[in-house]
């Protein structure tokens, strides 16, 4: 099945919802320094949000109890964020965040390091995962393929040797967090459904410095790599137009 194309009125809320994220990402981001926990930077999320007249369509999906996640190191997704997990100095700290306004959602994530990188393999990971999105935004337009955005996104990362997640994909979203169809971080060229103009996708590479195997936790939600390597997580909600796209969860320079 297709996602469906959004009307004018949809598209309005969903690049107001994408503004609204973006904005509290951002701060966010500025707030991720050793000592804070990742249930400060949940509370800082959860009153921003509520401020600027959003909600959060990550709390009670499938029961996750909080508005974000926030995943550290190894952890790839899905971390509980709580007032006992601690960042260090050097951690990286992903955050993925998503956002309900007037009924619309989008979707993004970002991964920083904590104060000093420990390793400047870390801070590589980080910059080919974003160029990975960047790569697999720049092949969206009317009439591309699933599988379009998958081998530009495989290129960057197999490029640098490093591990894509294979059990999570990116997705359609808008009316319901995970609408279909999947977009996964791999693929063909000429291959899977194709896509048109007003369809709203979030594109979300997951890359780790070794293998791409993964596993879940006692808790049923964090998502780490088996093989403890690091991991690396970007993420955009893009609205596909006819000549290319629009990156919805990025902040307007105009708005800055
Ligand atoms: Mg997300
Ligand atoms: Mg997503």
């Known amino acids: 099945m297709m996602t469906k194309i959004k009307n004018a009125t949809e598209i309005l809320a969903m690049r107001e919802s994408g503004q609204i994220l973006a904005t509290i990402l951002k701060h966010l981001g500025s707030e991720v320094k050793p000592g804070v926990s990742t249930k400060d930077l949940a509370v800082i999320a959860k009153r921003e949000l509520s401020a600027l007249g959003g909600e959060a369509p990550f709390l009670g999906y499938q029961g996750f109890p909080d508005v974000i996640c926030i995943s550290l190191n190894d952890e790839v997704v899905h971390g509980i964020p709580s007032p006992s997990r601690i960042i260090y100095d050097g951690d990286l700290v992903s955050l993925d965040f998503g956002v309900n306004y007037r009924g619309m959602i989008t979707d993004s994530a970002v991964t920083l390091i904590a104060g000093k990188p420990k390793d400047k393999n870390h801070s590589q990971l980080l910059k080919y995962t974003k160029a990975s999105l960047v790569d697999g935004i720049a092949v969206v337009k009317d009439g591309v393929r699933v599988g379009d955005i998958g081998a530009a996104v495989q290129s960057v990362l197999d490029k640098q040797g490093y591990g894509i997640v294979r059990d999570l994909v ?14 996964p971080n791999y693929g063909r060229k000429n291959s899977g459904p194709w896509l048109s103009a007003g369809m709203t996708i979030a594109i979300e590479p997951m890359a780790t410095m070794g293998s791409e195997k993964v596993m879940l ?14 991991s690396a997580h970007f993420e ?4 596909i137009t006819e000549t290319g796209s629009e990156v919805l969860t990025e902040l307007d320079v ?3």
């Open 254 to 256: 105009a708005s800055e």
């Open 217 to 230: 936790d006692p808790d049923h939600w964090t998502v780490r790599t088996r093989d403890h390597s690091m």
């Open 236 to 239: 955009h909600t893009i609205l």
């Open 170 to 183: 990116g997705h359609g979203v808008g009316h319901q967090l995970h609408e279909d169809p999947n977009v």
